[in-house]
């Protein structure tokens, strides 16, 4: 990711000279010593004095040596976020998940996720399943769960589970003591549009083409998904 520069000059100011930091680098010393007058001369300055003892920092190599010591700093410690990142030990994670998931059984997920990756913060935001999946193709979650039929090429589903469909009523509903309904018989009781209290509202008419579709099997593909 960096030059080898950097690593060459910081070892060879500390070992105070070019073949002790060819040893330790474990490259040659003219690779070392090349490295070093290429710069030089790219510079217009000297950055080492050598004597037969060795070499040492000019005033202008010493302004080079805090340079390439603080990038190295730097680049150490964005390598050790990039892997607690990586292996989750900090960090932070968008999740857009659709309602029922969000105040059900999300929570009782992120309280065992607390306990195992406490320095992680999250944020959720509730949506309409087909912004689930474009938030999350466009990276503005990073997880998204909701019921999908038609995937994105930009995402990935990680994790695909059938959830079955319920349907609540009125207790002195015709079908309030039925244990199973068949999509037929709900989708002709819908249509109809009939009630038997008249003043209660007209139920829209399903579209039955569409529901039959998505859900031939009684159930609903809950997918959790990334990018």
């Given at each position: 990711?960096?030059?080898?520069?950097l690593r060459y000059?910081?070892e060879?100011?500390?070992q105070?000279s070019?073949?002790k930091?060819s040893a330790?680098?474990?490259v040659?010393s003219?690779t070392?010593?090349?490295k070093i007058?290429?710069t030089?001369?790219?510079m217009g300055?000297?950055?080492?004095?050598?004597?037969p003892?060795?070499?040492?920092l000019?005033?202008?190599?010493?302004?080079?040596l805090?340079?390439c010591?603080?990038?190295?700093?730097?680049y150490?410690r964005?390598?050790?976020?990039?892997?607690d990142?990586r292996?989750?030990?900090?960090?932070?994670l968008?999740i857009?998940?659709?309602d029922s998931?969000?105040?059900?059984l999300?929570?009782?997920?992120?309280?065992?996720f607390n306990?195992?990756?406490?320095?992680?913060t999250?944020?959720?935001?509730?949506?309409?399943?087909d912004?689930?999946?474009t938030a999350?193709?466009?990276?503005?979650a990073?997880i998204?769960i909701?019921?999908t039929?038609?995937l994105?090429?930009?995402v990935?589903?990680i994790?695909?589970k059938t959830?079955?469909?319920?349907?609540?009523?009125r207790?002195?509903h015709p079908?309030a003591?039925?244990t199973n309904l068949?999509?037929?018989?709900?989708?002709?009781h819908?249509a109809r549009?009939?009630t038997?209290?008249?003043?209660?509202?007209?139920?829209?008419?399903?579209?039955?083409d569409r529901?039959?579709?998505?859900?031939?099997?009684g159930?609903s593909?809950l997918?959790?998904?990334?990018a």
């Amino acid at each position: 990711m960096h030059s080898n520069f950097l690593r060459y000059f910081d070892e060879v100011a500390r070992q105070g000279s070019i073949r002790k930091a060819s040893a330790v680098l474990n490259v040659s010393s003219t690779t070392v010593n090349r490295k070093i007058i290429s710069t030089e001369n790219e510079m217009g300055v000297r950055l080492f004095e050598r004597t037969p003892e060795g070499v040492t920092l000019t005033d202008a190599g010493a302004i080079v040596l805090e340079h390439c010591r603080k990038t190295l700093q730097d680049y150490e410690r964005t390598r050790t976020m990039l892997d607690d990142i990586r292996d989750l030990r900090s960090g932070h994670l968008n999740i857009a998940a659709i309602d029922s998931v969000t105040y059900g059984l999300l929570p009782r997920i992120l309280l065992d996720f607390n306990r195992i990756y406490p320095q992680v913060t999250y944020s959720i935001t509730t949506a309409q399943p087909d912004e689930i999946i474009t938030a999350v193709a466009g990276g503005i979650a990073d997880i998204g769960i909701t019921f999908t039929f038609d995937l994105h090429p930009n995402v990935r589903v990680i994790s695909d589970k059938t959830a079955p469909i319920g349907i609540i009523m009125r207790s002195d509903h015709p079908f309030a003591g039925r244990t199973n309904l068949a999509i037929e018989e709900l989708s002709r009781h819908l249509a109809r549009g009939k009630t038997d209290d008249p003043g209660r509202p007209r139920p829209r008419p399903l579209h039955q083409d569409r529901f039959h579709r998505r859900n031939r099997s009684g159930h609903s593909p809950l997918r959790a998904t990334d990018a």
